[in-house]
């Protein structure tokens, strides 16, 4: 691995590790500070998920911000990236989530690893987490296609914060942030046997966005996340 790919999994890695801290710390912090109003739990995760969003991704963006391998896979089907670079940095994602996830279990007194409980399936569901990624992946390339790299931040993390609250799946809209928070039977957990299909969703999703952004900006010079555009 050479010097620049390895800055980019690291970003990847740690990006994707604060993000599920996010995630799921906070769904935990908002069901022992308000127990009793599952809708002030869900804002209050809701907030705390697309802050955090927006500051990791001003952090990071210089070096790699996807945190997320829909996103990381689209890059590569536009031909932003190599293959051998786009497993590289699932992998980092992939591990982040489980060393977050692990990470946010730990700080609130609770075992490293719990199995969640909660079930997530069902068409609405299903439904949701397509509209979920959809949306996310256009809503970057559409900002990157036309040269507007600088407001990625902002527009993800708003989105992730509404799509909380519009998909019937609360968003989860990431591979990666949905295999590790099976890791945490909290508020933001899910079940094992809810998983696959939510991953499938959302590369559903993803290549639903993919198609748009050929379709939307079929003349846009590409960018890549991690580049400000000339």
Do not use: C
């Amino acid at each position: 691995m050479n010097g620049d790919l390895g800055r980019k999994v690291a970003a990847e890695l740690l990006g994707t590790a604060f993000l599920v801290m996010a995630v799921v710390g906070s769904g935990i912090a908002a069901e022992r500070l308000s127990p009793d109003d599952v809708g002030l739990q869900l804002l209050e995760n809701s907030l705390i998920t697309g802050a955090a969003l927006v500051a990791l991704i001003l952090a990071l963006q210089p070096v790699s911000a996807a945190f997320n391998p829909v996103v990381t896979l689209v890059e590569r089907a536009l031909g932003l990236i190599r293959t051998t670079d786009a497993a590289a940095m699932i992998a980092g994602q992939l591990v982040g989530g489980i060393l977050g996830v692990a990470l946010a279990n730990l700080m609130f007194g609770l075992d490293a690893v719990s199995i969640a409980s909660k079930e997530r399936a069902g068409a609405g569901l299903w439904l949701g987490e397509v509209i979920a990624a959809l949306g996310l992946v256009l809503i970057i390339f559409g900002s990157l296609r036309s040269n507007r790299s600088d407001t990625i931040a902002f527009a993800v993390g708003g989105y992730i914060t509404a799509a909380y609250w519009f998909t019937s799946s609360t968003s989860f809209a990431n591979p990666a942030v949905t295999v590790a928070r099976m890791f945490s039977d909290t508020f933001a957990g899910i079940a094992p046997s809810s998983v696959p299909m939510f991953v499938v969703m959302q590369l559903v999703g993803g290549a639903l966005a993919l198609g748009l952004v050929h379709l939307l900006y079929p003349t846009a010079v590409p960018v890549p996340i991690h580049e400000e555009p000339r």
